[in-house]
Structures are given as structure tokens and as C-alpha cells.
């Protein structure tokens, strides 16, 4: 019998059997045929423009390819360097169509990019950035979709709920509660119903990957970074790993990856120091692992996102998203993570002004992340892409870096969505 989820009891067989089935494991097999239509490349009018597969035929499954699946091609064979790295790397842009998304578009049709991420609002402009209506938003996602061919574009997004949630009522969307809220009340089928609300605005949006749940302890509700702003479901860990797996779950349901965030743990933090991130070295303990390791252990993980937190009994030099020590070591190491691993925002002052850009970019690749983030808020760069392939082909060229670990990476991304 699979443990009950939550503190309250799932009464009927029924709601149980529900559960089971939006676990990540039976998900594996194939979503439901009721969703698939959703999710092709090129979508007919009237569908909803999902991540396409690769063959443009049905929804794909997530996570790792079964092991008597017919060996496929290397994701790499036949690009160039340069596809190889635009491959790792997603990023924010500017516009509500692709007619208006400037240099982004060239940079999926021609360079391979991974995928990009949606905003709101532009945080240097205060003016609206990617999302005004689910109609244009599907028509923007569509458009992306079908620069990138057969191919898989990531088109991703910060969807926790409450005060994160880009899709809201100000821009057509339904109203999402907090990770807090849900915390708070603990049930299964309130719990459910949320998760579905949430995918469901991605999955018809076009939108196929979910930074979120957020699975930080709120062991300290003022922390200003998650505790102050409802972004924790709780203190508890059973908790937290509880409801991230029905939310995780629903999304699977309907074809949308997650990320589980901010690796170590960022629930203790009480200010913001140093590297002007979060600095938990007093205050966080091993028990902020656990969400980690038992959503890993049970195969419900498809992404983790390192955070940009200094833990000084972790690494005494870098932030989480930069250090060997903690996303080598720890999460591949000692929690057994072998999927794929995103930074958070690389292009955050914090990171860029200790260590400047091209030196953040090569430590967090030398660190173990797969996929490159760059939200290109604050100050704006049309042709960031762009910047970042030639730095890392810069680093590749150096001896720094090898092709060979960026195969690597790619080989995860790649496994995320098997075909």
C-alpha cells in the first residue's frame, strides 16, 4: 500500500487509486490519451500548442527512457559546437509574438537553443513582457515552437502559486493559492484540485516545464526570500514531500515537467549577505535534504534548480549554483541525481559582480549543471544567447572546458522528454 499523502485520511479506494495514478512512475508509461492530442508539434487550430514530440505524433513521457528501449542516436551527432552549447542554455526575451521576440527567434531556428522563459512583467521596464491573454500566449508558444521543428523547444516558466505566478488573474488566468495556503489546509483532493488548476493553464499555454514546486522547509517564516513571500508548503519535510508529489503528479498528467527548488535548502535563511544571496551557513540543517532525497529515491524528480545560497559547511568559496561540492557531490554524489540540474538565473548581479559573467558560466557547467538559465531581467540584452554560446565555445576552445562534458549535459536534457 502506498502511504497516505497527507495528514488527513484518503477515505474512499478511489481517491486513492487517483494518486497512484498521477505518480511519476505510472505516468512513465504514457500520459493519458485525452491529453495527447495536446501536446503536438505544429498544433492544428483549435489544439493547444504542448511540447511537441519528436516524431510531431503524440504527447511524450517524462523522465528516462525504459532500459530495453532500442539504443538511440547521440543527441550531439551531426552539430556543430556551437549547437552542442545553444543546446544547455534557456533565456528570457522581449515580445508577445515571435514577429516581435527579436534576435531569440534566429537563435532557435538557426543555433539550437534549448528553450526559453516567460515573464509578466520586464523588471528593468515595469511594463508587461511576454504574457497579456492565454489566447496570445498559446498563439507565442506555438510560434516558438514551430521556429524549433521537430525538435523539443523548453518552454518554461515560474508557476508556484500566490505571489510567484506569472499566469494570474491580471492577464486571464485562473487565481492559484500559495504553496503556504495549501500547506496550511494539508489535503489530498485540495491539494490535487490546485496541482491540476496550475498545469492545466500551463499544458494549454504551451508551456511544458514548471520551475516549481518549491520544496525549501519554512523553518523560518520571515525568511524574506521564501518564508515572508508563502512560497514553502511547511516546516514539516513529510509534508512538503507529500504535496509536492500530488503537485508534481497533476503536472504529469498533463505532459509538464517540474523543478524542485532551491537545492541545499534555502528555508533557514534570515538576511541576505555576502554574495547579496542568501547565506544559510548558520541556520541550515541536513533535514532541508529530505524532500530531495525521497522525491529522487521515488523517481517523482524530473529537475532540480541549484539555488544561489551560500552554505559555507558545504563549500567555503562558492554559491550552491557554482559549487562541485554541492551539486556534484551532494546531489549527484550522495543523493544519487543523475537528471538534469538548472541554475537559477546566472545573469543575477549577485553572481555576475563577484565573479563576472564568463567566469559564472564555466564554474557552473565545471559544477555539474546541465541547463544554463538567464531570466535577462534587469539589464536587458537582446543578443544574450548569442553571448553566452561564445563564451562557453571561448571556454571549449581555452581547454577549460571539453565538448565531452557538454554531450553529457545534453544526453540529460535529452532523457527529460524521451520520444
Not at 554541492?326 to 549527484?332: F, Y
Request: charged letters at 20%; aromatic letters at 4%; proline letters at 6%.
Amino acid at each position: 500500500m502506498r502511504r497516505r499523502t497527507t495528514r488527513d485520511s484518503i477515505d474512499s479506494d478511489e481517491d486513492l487509486a487517483l494518486t497512484r495514478r498521477l505518480s511519476r512512475r505510472t505516468f512513465l508509461g504514457g500520459a493519458a490519451a485525452a491529453v495527447g492530442a495536446a501536446f503536438l508539434a505544429g498544433c492544428a487550430p483549435g489544439t493547444s500548442p504542448g511540447p511537441a514530440s519528436p516524431s510531431g505524433s503524440a504527447t511524450p513521457s517524462i523522465g528516462p527512457a525504459p532500459t530495453d528501449s532500442p539504443a538511440a542516436p547521440s543527441p550531439t551527432e551531426g552539430l556543430s559546437l556551437r549547437e552542442v552549447i545553444a543546446g544547455l542554455i534557456v533565456v528570457g526575451f522581449r515580445g508577445f509574438t515571435v514577429a516581435t521576440a527579436g534576435p531569440v527567434v534566429d537563435s532557435i531556428a538557426k543555433e539550437r537553443l534549448a528553450g526559453v522563459i516567460l515573464f509578466n512583467r520586464d523588471q528593468a521596464k515595469g511594463s508587461l513582457r511576454n504574457i497579456q491573454s492565454p489566447a496570445q500566449v498559446k498563439a507565442l508558444t506555438a510560434g516558438l515552437q514551430k521556429l524549433a521543428g521537430a525538435r523539443r523547444l523548453i518552454v518554461s516558466i515560474d508557476q508556484e502559486g500566490g505571489q510567484v505566478a506569472r499566469l494570474n488573474p491580471t492577464n486571464g488566468y485562473p487565481a492559484m493559492a500559495s504553496e503556504a495556503a495549501i500547506g496550511e489546509a494539508d489535503n489530498a483532493t485540495t491539494t490535487l484540485k490546485w496541482g491540476q488548476t496550475i498545469a492545466k493553464a500551463l499544458a494549454d499555454s504551451g508551456i511544458n516545464l514548471n520551475f516549481a514546486p518549491v520544496v525549501d522547509l519554512n523553518v523560518n517564516p520571515t525568511n524574506p526570500a521564501i518564508g515572508a513571500l508563502d512560497r514553502s508548503f511547511a516546516a514539516n519535510p513529510t509534508i512538503v514531500t507529500n504535496l509536492s508529489r500530488i503537485e508534481i503528479g497533476a503536472h504529469h498528467a498533463r505532459g509538464v515537467a517540474t523543478t524542485l527548488k532551491h537545492f541545499p535548502g534555502l528555508g533557514s535563511a534570515t538576511v541576505n549577505t555576502d554574495f547579496g544571496v542568501s547565506d544559510v551557513t548558520d541556520t541550515w540543517r541536513r533535514t532541508e535534504l529530505e524532500p530531495y532525497r525521497s522525491l529522487i529515491e521515488s523517481g517523482d524528480a524530473d529537475v532540480i534548480m541549484a539555488g544561489h545560497l551560500v552554505n559555507r559547511n558545504l563549500d567555503p568559496t562558492y554559491p550552491a549554483s557554482l559549487s562541485t561540492a554541492i551539486v556534484t557531490d551532494l546531489l549527484r554524489g550522495e543523493l544519487g541525481w543523475d537528471g538534469v540540474v538548472v541554475t537559477d538565473s546566472l545573469g543575477a548581479v549577485a553572481i555576475t559582480s563577484k565573479f563576472g559573467k564568463a567566469e559564472a558560466i564555466a564554474l557552473a557547467i565545471e559544477a555539474g549543471n546541465d541547463l544554463l538559465l538567464f531570466a535577462n531581467q534587469g539589464t536587458y540584452d537582446p543578443d544574450l544567447a548569442t553571448h553566452v554560446i561564445d563564451i562557453v565555445e571561448a571556454h571549449v576552445t581555452s581547454g577549460r572546458i571539453s565538448r565531452e562534458r557538454l554531450e553529457e549535459s545534453r544526453a540529460r536534457i535529452e532523457r527529460l522528454w524521451p520520444g
